[in-house]
């Protein structure tokens, strides 16, 4: 079996939901995990395959200026995104008995991935998915050096000298440049992607149609949860039959469950803003209505899609009401 080391990075307060990610990389007995961060964190609660670095970000920008010989800039934890890519050369000690890298974040929850991602698929390709949330590579130095080939797509001088984030690690970078050059790159795993914004109802982002000519469709009835290891879809399509989808991950930016770190449940139902523990996620009459209890008002979806230059009409106001 490849040997797999995912690197997450984080720095500043840990939020609630950061404890699922970890709760859920150790469902993943076969793959290491490595939290880089300086915040302290509990050795209790840590699976035996994660792995946590203490550091600082200025320690981390001082390794990147020796490896590109230039005063990068390294000012703010969001400009960790453009980093991702080079993460291959920034730790490397501690990437060396790995036959694949990755990176992850932490606002997401992890399901079987090696069920996905088989040594059968790590074989015939060199970088797994397409997106930041979770892309995984071939462990060799002329891999790990790619985000320096195409300077004409994004050039990692520019990118590394500047504050500004230039997402090198989503489509415009490097997933761009794997594809000008056709390098072997596995484009799509099913996988989950909230939307963020308002919290009335969790409906997924829909791009993977137009990325990827993967049909994406929300239900009125549909629910997200976690199953001993597995990221699960439940929802009734329009002959009311119950059906089910499985993905490798559910990434929900910008959204805070609220959950007791050392109290995660074995199976869980994705709320707007907290998991609920269930004996049963086939329950999606009931699940399902529980879902759409929040604390957003119609008055505050109707002024976010006003700011978004939306239409407030009977259609909208329906959704606000559980979409039925």
Known sequence: MYKIRLISCYF???????????????????IDFLFVTDQEIIADICPPNVKILHTTLKC?????????????????PY????YKVAYGLIFQEELRQYDFW??????????????????????????????GHLSIYRNTDEINR????????????????SPRIFQFDETPGIYAMYKKRSWRMLE????????????QRLTKYVYAKRMYGVQ?????????CFARGEIIEKYRNKKNTLCEHRYIYIHSSKRHYQCPYNEIPKQYVFMPDKICETDNVDDIDSLSDYSKKTNCTIEKMLLHMLTMGGKVNNKIRSLVRGGK
Not at 60 to 76: S, W
């Open 79 to 82: 400009k960790l995104c453009d």
């Open 102 to 131: 990755g990176y992850c974040d932490s606002d997401m929850v992890l399901g079987n991935i090696r069920k996905y991602i088989t040594d059968e698929i790590l074989e015939g390709y060199d970088k797994i998915l397409p997106l």
């Open 12 to 30: 500043g307060e840990l939020k609630s939901e950061f404890y699922l990610w970890l709760n859920s990389c150790g469902y993943n007995k076969t």
């Open 146 to 161: 790619r985000f320096m080939e195409c300077p004409d797509i994004m050039d990692y001088h520019e990118v590394f000298s």
């Open 60 to 76: 981390i920008k001082d390794v990147a200026d020796r490896i590109f010989n230039f005063d990068v800039e390294l000012g703010t």
């Open 188 to 199: 799509y795993i099913p996988f989950l992607d909230i939307v963020s914004g308002y919290d």
């Open 216 to 224: 994406v469709q929300n239900h009125t009835q549909q629910i997200f």
